[in-house]
Protein backbone atom coordinates (compact mmCIF):
# COMPACT_ATOMS: atom_id res chain seq x y z
CA UNK A 1 0.00 0.00 0.00
CA UNK A 2 1.00 3.60 -0.50
CA UNK A 3 1.68 5.46 2.79
CA UNK A 4 3.15 8.63 1.19
CA UNK A 5 0.51 10.57 2.53
CA UNK A 6 1.81 10.03 5.94
CA UNK A 7 5.63 11.34 6.97
CA UNK A 8 7.07 8.43 8.61
CA UNK A 9 10.07 10.96 9.25
CA UNK A 10 11.50 9.99 12.60
CA UNK A 11 14.77 7.55 12.03
CA UNK A 12 16.13 5.62 14.85
CA UNK A 13 18.37 2.29 14.00
CA UNK A 14 18.15 3.11 10.62
CA UNK A 15 14.06 2.48 10.57
CA UNK A 16 11.50 5.12 9.47
CA UNK A 17 8.71 5.36 12.29
CA UNK A 18 5.68 7.50 12.57
CA UNK A 19 4.84 8.62 16.43
CA UNK A 20 1.79 6.41 17.79
CA UNK A 21 -0.28 7.78 20.56
CA UNK A 22 -2.76 5.45 22.40
CA UNK A 23 -5.88 6.46 23.66
CA UNK A 24 -8.94 5.03 25.31
CA UNK A 25 -12.19 5.19 23.31
CA UNK A 26 -14.62 5.55 26.11
CA UNK A 27 -12.46 8.20 28.20
CA UNK A 28 -9.88 9.90 25.96
CA UNK A 29 -7.59 8.84 28.59
CA UNK A 30 -4.06 8.67 26.89
CA UNK A 31 -2.76 5.47 27.55
CA UNK A 32 0.70 4.98 25.93
CA UNK A 33 3.16 6.42 23.48
CA UNK A 34 5.79 4.34 20.89
CA UNK A 35 6.10 4.06 17.47
CA UNK A 36 5.41 2.56 14.31
CA UNK A 37 7.24 1.52 11.06
CA UNK A 38 5.30 0.83 7.70
CA UNK A 39 5.00 -3.02 8.58
CA UNK A 40 3.64 -1.99 12.03
CA UNK A 41 1.27 0.52 10.93
CA UNK A 42 -0.25 -2.08 8.03
CA UNK A 43 -0.24 -4.84 10.45
CA UNK A 44 -2.92 -2.59 12.73
CA UNK A 45 -5.25 -1.69 9.71
CA UNK A 46 -5.32 -5.62 8.43
CA UNK A 47 -6.24 -6.77 11.78
CA UNK A 48 -7.94 -3.69 13.82
CA UNK A 49 -4.96 -4.91 16.74
CA UNK A 50 -2.09 -2.08 17.18
CA UNK A 51 1.34 -3.25 16.36
CA UNK A 52 4.15 -1.49 16.84
CA UNK A 53 7.77 -0.98 15.98
CA UNK A 54 10.65 -1.70 19.29
CA UNK A 55 13.25 0.55 19.28
CA UNK A 56 14.67 -1.04 22.32
CA UNK A 57 14.00 -4.46 20.30
CA UNK A 58 14.43 -3.18 16.57
CA UNK A 59 11.33 -5.41 15.53
CA UNK A 60 7.86 -5.60 15.01
CA UNK A 61 5.63 -6.27 18.03
CA UNK A 62 2.44 -6.94 18.24
CA UNK A 63 0.67 -5.04 21.66
CA UNK A 64 -0.68 -7.38 24.21
CA UNK A 65 1.25 -10.67 22.47
CA UNK A 66 3.18 -11.39 25.79
CA UNK A 67 0.45 -10.52 28.15
CA UNK A 68 -3.03 -10.77 26.15
CA UNK A 69 -3.50 -6.91 26.50
CA UNK A 70 -4.61 -5.97 23.35
CA UNK A 71 -5.69 -2.92 21.78
CA UNK A 72 -8.53 -2.79 19.90
CA UNK A 73 -8.77 0.14 17.24
CA UNK A 74 -11.36 2.04 16.84
CA UNK A 75 -10.51 5.21 14.91
CA UNK A 76 -7.13 6.11 13.67
CA UNK A 77 -6.47 10.17 13.35
CA UNK A 78 -3.26 11.83 12.48
CA UNK A 79 -1.84 15.71 12.93
CA UNK A 80 -1.41 17.85 10.76
CA UNK A 81 2.34 17.53 10.15
CA UNK A 82 1.24 13.77 9.19
CA UNK A 83 4.27 12.39 10.79
CA UNK A 84 1.85 11.09 14.26
CA UNK A 85 -1.04 9.02 14.91
CA UNK A 86 -3.64 9.09 17.66
CA UNK A 87 -4.94 5.39 18.17
CA UNK A 88 -8.77 5.64 19.37
CA UNK A 89 -8.46 2.21 20.69
CA UNK A 90 -10.35 -0.23 23.31
CA UNK A 91 -7.79 -1.30 25.56
CA UNK A 92 -8.06 -5.22 27.03
CA UNK A 93 -6.57 -4.97 30.54
CA UNK A 94 -3.93 -2.69 30.93
CA UNK A 95 -1.55 -0.77 28.81
CA UNK A 96 2.03 0.13 30.72
CA UNK A 97 4.34 -3.19 31.18
CA UNK A 98 4.59 -1.52 34.47
CA UNK A 99 0.44 -3.35 35.58
CA UNK A 100 -1.01 0.29 35.31
CA UNK A 101 -4.36 1.21 33.16
CA UNK A 102 -1.99 3.58 31.51
CA UNK A 103 1.55 4.53 30.81
CA UNK A 104 1.23 8.07 32.37
CA UNK A 105 0.81 6.78 35.96
CA UNK A 106 3.22 9.06 37.42
CA UNK A 107 2.67 12.90 38.17
CA UNK A 108 5.54 15.05 38.23
CA UNK A 109 5.11 17.70 41.61
CA UNK A 110 7.13 20.54 42.88
CA UNK A 111 6.58 19.83 46.34
CA UNK A 112 9.88 19.92 48.45
CA UNK A 113 11.64 20.12 45.07
CA UNK A 114 11.02 17.84 41.51
CA UNK A 115 9.20 14.69 42.61
CA UNK A 116 7.12 11.88 40.50
CA UNK A 117 3.53 10.68 42.68
CA UNK A 118 2.23 7.49 41.26
CA UNK A 119 -1.35 8.69 40.93
CA UNK A 120 -2.93 5.40 39.73
CA UNK A 121 -3.55 1.82 40.99
CA UNK A 122 -1.63 -1.12 39.60
CA UNK A 123 -4.08 -3.94 37.81
CA UNK A 124 -1.84 -6.23 37.71
CA UNK A 125 1.61 -7.38 39.19
CA UNK A 126 4.75 -7.48 36.16
CA UNK A 127 6.34 -10.53 37.31
CA UNK A 128 3.77 -13.00 37.34
CA UNK A 129 3.32 -12.02 33.30
CA UNK A 130 6.87 -11.10 31.96
CA UNK A 131 8.87 -13.20 35.22
CA UNK A 132 11.57 -11.11 37.47
CA UNK A 133 13.54 -8.66 35.86
Not at 89 to 115: D, L, M, S
Request: glycine share 6%; charged share 25%; hydrophobic share 35%.
Amino acid sequence: MDYSQLNFRHQINGENLIIAISQDYKTSEVLMVAYMNFEAFEMTLETGKVHYWSTSRNKLWLKGESSGHIQNVMEIFTDCDKDALLLKVEQEGAACHEGYYTCFYRKITNENGFNLKIVKEKIFQPEKIYGEK
